[in-house]
């Protein structure tokens, strides 16, 4: 989870008093938080540290990553303060981008706003420049879902272009240099920069580069890797004009609307955001940021019978969440702001009401039935399994689950589209050592499928899968370890409806005329066979594997 820090004196005057860290470290209890101070040795190294405390905040809670929204968060559950009602305001001129197609080859989206007559101070300042930078770690995924840019609008002239050119016609001065450089003569002199070489392969490969300037062919940025000095904001710096460029439109929104509702509170006009006119490249035009106020409606018995609807609808009150009882006393409606992007079902709105009351203050109460505890039925068999294919000569290992498109579809010799399996926009891979052979691995676990008739559009399936790597195939280990488990389940090897064979089939991640559905009470469970010449080669492995996967789900 995100860790910042905040100035506690910063802190003390948002809050209006001041806290022992006993104090403060209960109240972010309560609220969800957790504070910790710097240790003694800390403190000797560095003395300014007597005056931060590190504060961890949920990760979905993008609002609580500045101290701005973090004391407003909490003056609101301190029923100090109301909710503020963000809002924006059209200018007599309004700004302008417009996205070209050429931006399509590398980083096609982008959304823009202004904050208009704004006071930074240099605490401000530093946290306007540090929740950017919490965001590109986090809802950003390090930049490759969106780039942020900041830019003091009174140096440039819209309307503003977005597109993307070779390398070589790309040339402006970057942040904080003295001269201009090539694009290409960026990514070199980036390269050996610690914080922004990590960026560098976003777009380096990629036969454009993104590239936005202004009316005057002043260069605002190169997204994602840094911004023009020309534009560069700073204490001085009265109106900001914000861009946000994605491969991913919904986390765009989000980045900007955290961003302008956090610090148009230093506007003006309080809490107002001048939007911008986009212009994308299919030719759409809308207006940026859209700030949305959206409702829902949860039913009071489903959150907790023992609590009065008034009480819960103050209780969510008090997390941001302003809300009303409607006719009946039944249900609530809950109207969702711009800055609560982590609400997205029923169920996180239930989640602050119990936030809000107290986990503490909840009464322990037997319940009216008794009941005997036991394993569910797929995990008793799951761990008899476990133990009866180790006994077999395999090794249990536990596979990373973060895996790539790649890995689950390209490298398979399967189309992603049509795999139904269900792959994630923040893949992790890990190497393993070499091990001498032959390798005899195994795994029961849950894998992932696209479902649409479920309400979070996927479902889980409890399969057993196993493989043998050596330097023969070795299919005929994978029909004994296949027996020896029928034999365990007590199925025997009969075309009926209670028995259990396997029927030649074609398959592109096997071998073909070595691959064979598992077929159990006359459906399909699974696949056994030799792997694929062209799989082996894109996992990067020399010898034969055969392998062996299975629903253990109809044996129960």
Known sequence: MPTIEVKKDLLFKALGREYSFEEFDELGFEFGLEAEEPEEEEILQNPDLANVWKIEIPANRYDLLCIEGMSRALLVFLEKKQCPRYKTVKPQKLQQMKILPATKQVRPLGVAAVLRNIKFTPDSYKSFIELQDKLHHNLCRRRTLVAIGTHDLDTIQGPFIYDAKPPADIKFKPLSQAKEFTAPEMMEMYSLDSHLKPYLPIIRDSPVYPVIYDRNNVVLSMPPIINGDHSKITLDTRNVFIESTATDLNKAKIVLDTIVTMFSEYCDQPFTVEPVEVTHSDGSVHLYPELPYR??????????????????????????????????????????????????????????????????????????????????????????????????????????????????????????????????????????????????????????????????????????????????????????????????????????????????????????????????????????????????????????????????????
């Open 295 to 556: 409702y829902e409606e949860v039913d009071v018995d489903d959150v907790n019978k023992n609590i009065s609807a008034d009480t819960m609808s103050n209780l969510l009150t008090k997390m941001c969440l302003k809300s009303e009882v409607l006719p009946g006393g039944v249900k609530i409606k809950v109207e969702i702001p711009p800055t609560r992007h982590d609400v997205i079902h029923p169920c996180d709105v239930i989640e602050d009401v119990a936030i809000a009351y107290g986990y503490n203050k909840i009464i322990k109460k037997i319940p009216a039935t008794s009941t005997i505890a036991d394993q569910f039925p797929v995990n008793k068999l799951t761990d008899l399994l476990r133990q009866e294919v180790a006994c077999a000569g395999f090794t249990e290992v536990l596979t990373f689950a973060l895996c790539s498109r790649d890995d689950v579809a390209l490298k398979m010799r399967k189309n992603i589209k049509e795999a139904n399996a269900v792959h994630i926009a923040n893949p992790k891979t890990l190497e393993f050592q070499n091990m001498p052979l032959p390798l005899k691995l195994f795994e029961i676990s849950d894998v992932m499928f696209c479902d649409k008739t479920k309400d979070v559009g996927a479902r889980n399936e409890r399969r057993l899968c196993a493989v043998n790597y050596n330097k023969s195939s070795g299919f005929e280990v994978m029909k004994g370890l296949l027996d020896r488990v029928m034999q365990l389940l007590e199925v025997p090897i009969v075309q009926s409806e209670h028995g259990y064979y396997i029927k030649s089939c074609k398959d592109a991640t096997y071998f073909e005329g070595r691959c064979a559905e598992i077929i159990y009470n006359n459906s399909v469970i699974g696949k056994i066979g030799v792997l694929h010449p062209e799989v082996l080669k894109e996992f990067e492995l020399t010898n034969p594997c055969s392998c062996m996967e299975f629903s253990i789900e109809p044996f129960l």
